[in-house]
């Protein structure tokens, strides 16, 4: 056999071989973007956890102390005790001034 055809079987061969570990579906191309999807879904995964936490947090708050309902009626209902008087402050509205602006006599020409 001729020295340059056995040269490019060999070639054709080593590229059919690496196609499938770039390409294919395990292939080294789709694990780069699968741990890239990965890394994504922990960050969800850790902004949630820390939700859930502040959740389960409040839920026993709840569930525990009459002070964490009272608060949470007063904040979110402008509820008030029996017996109680509710002050509330109004900040006066700032309304725009206008000053009159000083009338200005154009230069004297020279």
Same mark, same amino acid.
């Given at each position: 056999?001729?020295?340059r055809l056995i040269s490019l079987v $060999? *070639?054709?061969l080593l590229i059919l071989l690496q196609y499938p570990l770039w390409f294919g579906k395990g292939g080294l191309l789709r694990v780069s973007d $699968? #741990?890239?999807q990965l890394e994504q879904q922990k960050q969800v995964n850790e902004s949630l956890r820390l939700r859930n936490?502040? $959740?389960e947090g409040d839920v026993r708050s $709840?569930? #525990?102390g009459v002070e964490a309902i009272e608060e949470r009626a007063r904040n979110d *209902?402008?509820?008030i005790k029996?017996? #109680?008087?509710? /002050?509330q402050l109004i900040e006066p509205r700032s309304e725009?001034? /206008?000053e009159p602006q000083a009338e200005s006599s154009p230069a004297p020409a020279q």
């Amino acid at each position: 056999m001729n020295p340059r055809l056995i040269s490019l079987v $060999l *070639f054709a061969l080593l590229i059919l071989l690496q196609y499938p570990l770039w390409f294919g579906k395990g292939g080294l191309l789709r694990v780069s973007d $699968l #741990e890239g999807q990965l890394e994504q879904q922990k960050q969800v995964n850790e902004s949630l956890r820390l939700r859930n936490q502040q $959740l389960e947090g409040d839920v026993r708050s $709840l569930s #525990e102390g009459v002070e964490a309902i009272e608060e949470r009626a007063r904040n979110d *209902f402008g509820m008030i005790k029996k017996g #109680e008087v509710f /002050i509330q402050l109004i900040e006066p509205r700032s309304e725009p001034r /206008i000053e009159p602006q000083a009338e200005s006599s154009p230069a004297p020409a020279q």
